[in-house]
Every structure is written in C-alpha cells, then in structure tokens.
C-alpha cells in the first residue's frame, strides 16, 4: 500500500511523530510503499488526519 503524508507533523503528539517516523514520513507529499499488514494498518490509523493512503 502506498501511504503520502499530507498534513504537517508540527503541533502533533511526540508519539504521532515517532509514528511518522517509524512509517518512513519525513515530507509532506513523500508517498511511501509499505506492506499491506495489520501492524501498518495500525500505525495509519493513529495518525490517519495527518496521511492519506493513496492505493492499496
């Protein structure tokens, strides 16, 4: 699944940011290719105001 951040990480949580960045997000608009797993699917619902999954 790829997964584009689209809202900036200032303002958030210090544990939405170690999400990002456990999830490869350091940029706005970077679009990342992870796999397809519960533990993902995971981490994009704690931050899920901040990306956008933009294919599956």
Do not use: F, W, Y
């Not at 809202?7 to 990002?20: D, E, M, Y």
């Not at 796999?35 to 699917?41: Q, R, S, T, V």
């Not at 899920?48 to 294919?55: A, N, T």
């Amino acid at each position: 699944m790829k997964v584009k951040l689209i809202r900036s990480k200032i303002g958030c949580n210090p544990k939405q940011r170690k999400t990002l960045q456990a999830l490869g997000l350091r940029k706005i608009n970077q679009v990342k290719e992870l796999p397809d797993n519960p533990a993902i699917a995971g981490m994009i619902n704690k931050v899920k105001h901040l990306v956008e999954v933009v294919e599956k």
